[in-house]
């Protein structure tokens, strides 16, 4: 029993290794600009929104994008309002993350992984280097997202996971609580969602179940932005709280969705994990578009709720 809990442990670390893999070539690839974009295009709020979209996608990390964001206005040189923008845009980057994961390779995994290696070791230039970290990166988070499927049934065998599982069948509430605590925990909502695809694929978790995990993963997400702005000023700590209501909010309204989505998603692809992506992509665009508009009304929103900018 005590090795399958080990290999998951395993597998969602070379999962984040993969993630991590990923970030650094495509980082590599552009550069120390990432920071410069988040302050040049952020005059406006659709502007804000496309660089934290931008960013994001780029990056493969939301709370890697948030950190930076955080960071960027504890310093001064991006001011609240403009976060809020990215913020939105970010939610949206973070879903090409869930769609990745859902490639089925095969064997193929494995040249990808040589090939990325290879581009690595023997690559001089910076472009073929960031090419080869983010392709071999790709490969290891698929090779884990394999094991998280591998790993599914022989789990499920063991009564107190069975339980667990028919607990988060039954209540959105328990797959909601499910997705917020192991998100905290790992620090990404993608290796969460990664993990719910590997029991939904074997059956094991049902779609709407699958969901709730993944919009609780969407609010466990917020931890890293919270922790960034420890000890930051006033706006910082306003743009870590922004992150985590938005995402509370939609949360709440699609938490009474989840089947009508799953439906939905049915109708989109025949795979569960393709199913679940697609609600990634569904729930965090409509959330973002639909707050865009009120950057203004949300900022005043904020400063009322957790108090004066200055403060």
């Given at each position: ?37 988040l ?29 930076m ?24 980057g ?36 960031g ?39 039954r ?8 997705g ?11 290796a ?69 989505l ?7 692809s025949?795979?569960?994990d ?38």
């Amino acid at each position: 029993m005590g090795s399958l809990f080990v290999l998951l442990a395993v597998y969602t670390a070379i999962f984040l290794l993969g993630m991590l893999m990923m970030r650094a070539g495509l980082y590599t690839l552009s550069g120390d600009r990432m920071n410069e974009w988040l302050m040049r295009f952020t005059a406006k709020p659709w502007q804000s929104f496309l660089t934290g979209l931008a960013t994001t996608a780029l990056v493969q990390s939301s709370s890697a994008v948030m950190v930076m964001t955080v960071g960027l206005v504890a310093t001064g040189y991006l001011s609240f309002r403009q976060s809020i923008g990215i913020i939105l845009g970010s939610n949206i980057g973070s879903t090409l993350t869930t769609e990745l994961m859902t490639l089925d390779l095969g064997e193929g995994a494995i040249p990808l992984l040589l090939g990325g290696a290879l581009l690595v070791f023997l690559g001089r230039r910076r472009f073929l280097y960031g090419i080869g970290m983010a392709v071999a990166g790709l490969a290891v988070l698929l090779f884990a997202m394999d094991g998280f499927s591998s790993l599914a049934k022989p789990l499920a065998a063991y009564p107190f996971v069975n339980v667990w599982l028919q607990e988060t069948n039954r209540s959105t509430a328990a797959g909601l609580l499910v997705g917020i605590a192991l998100t905290a925990l790992v620090h990404s909502s993608a290796a969460t969602i990664g993990i719910a695809m590997g029991f939904v694929n074997e059956q094991l978790l049902t779609l709407p179940a699958a969901i709730a995990i993944l919009l609780g993963a969407n609010i466990g997400t917020c931890i890293t932005g919270l922790l960034a702005s420890i000890g930051a000023g006033k706006e910082a700590r306003l743009t870590a709280y922004t992150h985590l209501w938005l995402n509370v909010a939609g949360v709440a309204v699609f938490a009474f969705f989840t089947a009508p989505l799953a439906r939905f998603a049915a109708l989109l692809s025949p795979a569960p994990d393709v199913q679940l992506a697609h609600v990634s992509v569904v729930f965090n665009v409509i959330c973002s578009v639909a707050a865009l508009p009120f950057v203004g009304a949300i900022e005043r929103a904020m400063i009322h709720l957790h108090g004066s900018r200055r403060a």
